[in-house]
């Protein structure tokens, strides 16, 4: 199966940058499968699980409300990788971020042609 690994985690002040990426830990492995689209969410302490921005295959992108004109996902479709440009952060954007993908794959069963993978979460702290 595939398994994703986020990095670019840390502590950033308010106002500044900051970038995440994730790509598959066997690119091998990953490239038996076709990549949908890509994504990163985010969770803070006390709070649910919410859509930062998605990356389909296409190219085309949806973003949380939250982050719109601040935050630009982009992919690498040659390393089935993506990445989180994050400016003009406030401490509302700290979070644990996760990185999404969402593959297909051929099955007689229709129910197993597409699964969805978790990265472990990357730990983002905005400080005022």
């Known amino acids: 199966q595939v398994q994703l690994v986020e990095s670019g985690g840390g502590s950033v002040q308010a106002g500044g940058s900051h970038a995440l990426s994730c790509a598959p830990s066997?690119?091998?492995?990953?490239?038996?499968?076709?990549?949908?689209?890509m994504g990163w969410y985010r969770q803070a302490t006390g709070k649910q699980r919410e859509l930062v921005a998605i990356?389909?295959?296409?190219?085309?992108?949806v973003y949380g409300d939250s982050v719109k004109g601040r935050f630009t996902i982009s992919r690498d479709s040659a390393k089935n990788s993506v990445s989180l440009r994050m400016n003009r952060l406030t401490p509302e954007d700290t979070a644990v971020y996760y990185c999404?993908?969402?593959?297909?794959?051929?099955?007689?069963?229709?129910?197993?042609?597409?699964?969805?993978?978790w990265g472990q979460g990357t730990l983002v702290t905005v400080s005022s």
């Open positions: 999404k993908a969402d593959y297909a794959r051929s099955s007689p069963f229709p129910q197993d042609r597409h699964f969805e993978v």
């Open positions: 066997d690119p091998t492995s990953a490239a038996l499968f076709a990549l949908n689209a």
């Open positions: 990356i389909t295959a296409g190219d085309n992108t």
